[in-house]
Every structure is written in C-alpha cells, then in structure tokens.
C-alpha cells in the first residue's frame, strides 16, 4: 500500500497550489479520502473529507471555501486545490485512506507560505 503525496512547496501569501495524493495497492474507490495537515508545534487537524464516490465533502471550518477536495477513481488519486494561501497554512499536508478500521497515511507534502 502506497499513499505519495505531491505538489506541495514555497508560495506567496494569497497564492495556490494543488496537492495531489497518488494511491495504489489498494481498492481506492472503495475508501473514503481525506487531508489532513500537521503544522510546527501543532497537532495534525483535519482539512477536507471525500467520500469512496466523491458524493459527500466536508472541511474543516477555516477551509471552506478557500480549499477545494477532489478525486479522480480511474487515476487512483485525490486532490487537494488551495487558493488564497496564508502564513498559518504553512504546514506538512498528508493524505489519508480509510474504509471501516482500515487506514493508511501518506508521509506527507510540505506546504510553506511566506514572502
């Protein structure tokens, strides 16, 4: 089982990036998706939540509407869409499979926002 997480960088408050999170070994389409992001010092929280079909979406409060989940089941992939970047989102940002007591983590995409 692999969860590799991509596109994470240096960007300029107000800014975007799209974080990808690329799966294989298991049934992707079957798990429901999610990001999460741990910043320095901080407890990893929650950022957005995809269902195995896409249909339910939630995010966490500071996110709506600034972050936008998505995925793709025939490329085994979800996204994380970011836009309007600030400072505090600086942080490592993981993807997460889970299905029942099954779960998986990516080791993590480093997102860094500052001038």
């Known amino acids: 089982v692999q969860l590799v997480e991509s596109g994470g960088g240096l960007v300029q408050p107000g800014g975007s990036l799209r974080l990808s999170c690329a799966a294989s070994?298991?049934?992707?389409?079957?798990?429901?998706m999610s990001w999460h992001r741990q910043a320095p010092g901080k407890e990893r929280e929650l950022v957005a939540a995809i269902s195995s079909s896409g249909g339910l979406i939630n995010y966490a409060g500071s996110m709506k509407g600034r972050f936008t989940i998505s995925r793709d089941n025939a490329k085994n992939t979800v996204y994380l869409q970011m836009n309007s970047l600030k400072p505090e989102d600086t942080a490592v940002y993981f993807c997460r499979a889970t299905r029942g007591g099954v779960d998986y983590w990516g080791k993590g995409t480093l997102v860094t926002v500052s001038s």
């Open positions: 070994g298991f049934t992707f389409s079957s798990y429901a």
